[in-house]
């Protein structure tokens, strides 16, 4: 069995050595797909100056393999493009990462201590209505497009609740340093507790609606990774045992079942990432999200090329890195799982 | 799957197992509809919004009050007998445009799922078939599958939108937009149950039996690829509605007051300030999308119980009516087979 430290340190290395082919692949895609049908800067740029339209039309007409390699070049060299009008790409995506990923894992938090324990209660009443009303529950968030909810989340629950539906802090920007980029974590870092219950109010609202349209995996993959655990013949010694059927549940059946759960890790990781683009564009969230929107030519801005193919190069880096998170877990869980 | 009935169609049919086949499927959905009420709710969900959408075709007047651009003088009205979801601020009536959009959108969601399941189910079917190494088979789907593993490998979303700006706005640029990043899903989808099926005894006997390779592929592996294919689509049609009303949100899709479309009016009136000035504009295209799109999932979703078997067999015991608890032995394959036509079920001809 290949189940040493060092067998899982080769798989990792493995996996992060066969991601550079399909990093490559995406930055190749989004490249070509973004730059090859624009011909003409005027019609893209109304308002830029003259000289900005005349660099930008140097730029473009070049042929496709041309730009591609100046820019593939520069990337190399660690220099990420720049818009059109001349702001560079890294220094924004630096400081938004972070953002984003705190809204992520405070969504995936609530993902798994709302969604988990649903698919638990679904597969208790599998067939019958208990199971119906989770189902009707994941499904509503399921069919909410991601700006549906975030407007509605924005406009009629965030005063209904009085909590706030826009940026991270009440003032911006917060009277400490912002070493993490990270909202909560800052102001606890800073010793500032007013700061963080603030901060924390302002991460409920995107992160819930965020989990909640998000959810319908998790609960989906607990239900049927339970109905499959339940009949077998440990739980039923369990139950026999005269545990309460809560312990049964909760301690011997979800244990196992959760194993299956943890591929969702990576599943979810595309909606949760693709969902922040609208969430934080709604919510004022200062992410990589709201970046993308802006970089995309979203609500009508002049669309930034360079950032775009950055930030959809980030997203599926972040994607492949959740899948191999989850297939580590995974592993770890599951005795059975050979890393050789 | 929702074929004709062979005792409802005028004409004989074919071959007694054609019918008798059609028939059994007939059954089967009608099974699985009952089985689970939310199944059901989805499936005449469904049912209504296509006949609103044909209405909406071909006799519009008869349920929309006001032509398409039809201007009234009613500016930013909440909603009232006369304007059920109010009006915008140019004075277009919101519930009769909601109307006006459901066809466009269904149209655009069937034609992009559509497309990218029979090209990325054709590749895949392919792929999946003659992948043997060192042929030119092989090579082919080595090739398919690289680049669908690039493309997979990131959320569709982010990348139709930003292919999205470069192509421009209306709806053969969304249409490209979307299809460009969906059709990889069905290339794994049906690469994976060609595997499963391939190397079955019937699939084998037909070779025995000199049948050639295509025919074997279009009438052998095909058909039985084509279920869980289907129960995904319809799952999937809801998915790219999401999509798409996404990208008009964000600003990339059809222009609205031109073309009606739900995402782009919620972004008409996102970005002319009036969902939080008058909160009721989110009423008309938000419902709209929600209720299409939860129809399909329930219907989706219930139909993907069927391929899943843990969930079958729970199913199979609410078909026959007895209460379905997890304390009862699981059905026999063998038996839940005979109800409910599997995967890797081989077809009753060969």
């Known amino acids: 069995m290949g189940r040493s430290p060092s067998d899982l340190a080769v798989f990792i290395g493995k996996r992060l050595v066969q991601l550079v082919p399909v990093l490559f692949g995406i930055i190749v895609l989004t490249f070509v797909f973004t730059h090859i049908s624009v011909t003409n800067c005027a019609v893209w740029f109304p308002h830029a100056s003259k000289s900005t339209l005349a660099n930008c039309q140097a730029q473009f007409s070049k042929p496709i393999v041309d730009q591609f390699w100046i820019y593939f070049v520069n990337l190399l060299h660690g220099d990420w493009g720049a818009s059109v009008a001349g702001s560079p790409v890294y220094p924004a995506i630096a400081a938004g990462l972070p953002a984003t990923l705190e809204l992520v894992f405070a969504s995936l938090f609530l993902m798994i201590v709302v969604g988990i324990p649903l698919g638990v209660i679904a597969a208790q009443s599998a067939g019958r209505w208990g199971d119906h009303l989770v189902r009707i529950f994941y499904l509503t968030g399921w069919a909410t497009p991601t700006y549906l909810g975030a407007v509605i989340a924005a406009i009629f629950l965030a005063p209904y609740f ?91 059946a979800l244990r196992n079942s959760l194993i299956t759960t943890t591929t969702v ?43 775009a193919v950055a930030v959809v190069a980030v997203f599926a880096v972040g994607v492949v890195i959740a899948n191999l998170i989850a297939d580590i877990l995974y592993g770890l869980l599951d005795p059975r799982v050979d890393w050789r | 799957m929702s074929g004709p009935t062979s005792s409802g169609s005028p004409r004989p049919p074919p071959t007694a197992s054609a019918g008798r086949r059609t028939w059994n499927a007939v059954v089967g959905f009608m099974r699985v509809l009952r089985a689970n009420p939310l199944t059901m709710a989805g499936f005449i969900i469904v049912c209504l919004i296509g006949v609103v959408a044909l209405i909406v075709v071909v006799a519009p007047h008869l349920l929309t009050p006001y032509g398409p651009d039809q201007l009234t003088t009613d500016y930013n009205l909440a909603p009232s007998w006369q ?3 109010g009006t915008d601020g140019i004075g277009l009536d919101i519930y009769s445009e909601t109307l006006y959009a459901l066809p466009l959108d269904l149209a655009i969601a069937f034609a992009i799922a559509g497309a990218a399941m029979i090209g990325g189910g054709g590749l895949g079917l392919v792929a999946g078939f003659w992948d043997r190494p060192g042929t030119a088979g092989g090579w082919v789907s080595i090739v398919v599958l690289r680049i669908t593993d690039i493309f997979l490998a990131f959320p569709s979303l982010i990348l139709a939108l930003a292919i999205a700006v470069s192509l421009g706005r209306g709806v053969w640029q969304l249409i490209v937009a979307i299809l460009l990043t969906w059709w990889p899903f069905y290339v794994r989808l049906v690469r994976g149950e060609t595997l499963a099926v391939k190397h079955l005894p019937y699939v084998m006997a037909a070779r025995a039996a000199g049948v050639t390779e295509g025919r074997i592929v279009l009438r052998h592996v095909l058909r039985n690829v084509l279920e869980p294919v289907v129960v995904y689509f319809t799952l999937d049609v809801g998915t790219v509605l999401v999509t798409l009303s996404t990208i008009g949100f964000v600003g990339l899709g059809l222009v609205y007051p031109s073309q009606a479309e739900w995402g782009s009016m919620m972004s008409y009136y996102q970005n002319a300030g009036l969902i939080t000035a008058q909160p009721w504009t989110v009423l008309g295209p938000g419902v709209a999308i929600f209720v299409t799109v939860l129809a399909f999932s329930l219907l989706g979703d219930g139909l993907r119980d069927i391929l899943d078997p843990r969930s079958r067999r729970v199913l199979a015991g609410t078909g026959t009516g007895s209460s379905a608890t997890h304390e009862e032995p699981p059905v026999p394959v063998a038996e839940d087979q005979g109800e409910l036509p599997t995967a890797t079920e081989a077809p009753a001809s060969g």
Request: proline residues 8%.
């Open chain 1, 265 to 307: 890790l990576g599943v979810t990781a595309g909606g949760l990432l693709a969902g922040t683009v609208v969430i934080e564009e709604v919510f004022g969230w200062p992410g990589i999200g709201a970046y993308a929107y802006t970089a995309i030519g979203g609500g009508g801005a002049a669309p930034n090329f360079d950032g």
């Open chain 1, 162 to 252: 009085g909590l706030p539906s826009h940026g991270e802090y009440t003032s911006s920007p917060p009277p400490f340093p912002q070493y993490t980029h990270m909202s909560v974590l800052d102001a606890l870092l800073a010793g500032n507790l007013p700061w963080a219950v603030d901060a924390f109010k302002h991460l409920l609202l995107p992160a819930a609606v965020l989990a909640f349209i998000n959810m319908g995996i998790a609960t989906r993959m607990t239900r049927s990774s339970m109905l499959e655990v339940i009949p077998l013949d440990y739980v039923k010694s369990a139950r026999m045992k005269g545990l309460s059927e809560f312990w049964v549940m909760y301690k011997h």
């Open chain 2, 83 to 85: 304007h059920p979801a």
